[in-house]
């Protein structure tokens, strides 16, 4: 089983953007306060690695097998 490549490029992007803004945690300082920002980057913490790892496994299950002799990757 392999999911569809569409999938896996916006679900990827859409990591990537969860991951920038947490990146960019200390303006959140800035614009809602200290005890806030902590409540938004412990969230958007959380749920950068929930995404990453749901993200990594759905990329990790391996494809139906090719024709004989054709190569194969570690997975399938």
């Known amino acids: 089983m392999t999911i569809d490549p569409r999938i896996g490029m ?3 992007i859409f990591a990537a953007a969860v991951s920038a803004l947490v ?4 303006e959140f300082t800035n614009v809602f306060g200290p005890d ?17 790892s749901v993200n990594a496994v759905l990329h990790a299950i391996p494809g ?13």
Do not use: D, E, R
């Open 64 to 76: 139906m097998p090719g024709p004989k002799g054709a190569k194969q990757y570690p997975l399938g």
């Open 23 to 26: 990146a960019a945690g200390a």
């Open 36 to 52: 806030n920002a902590k409540v938004i980057l412990g969230i958007l913490g959380l749920f950068n690695v929930v995404l990453n």
């Open 10 to 12: 916006w679900l990827s």
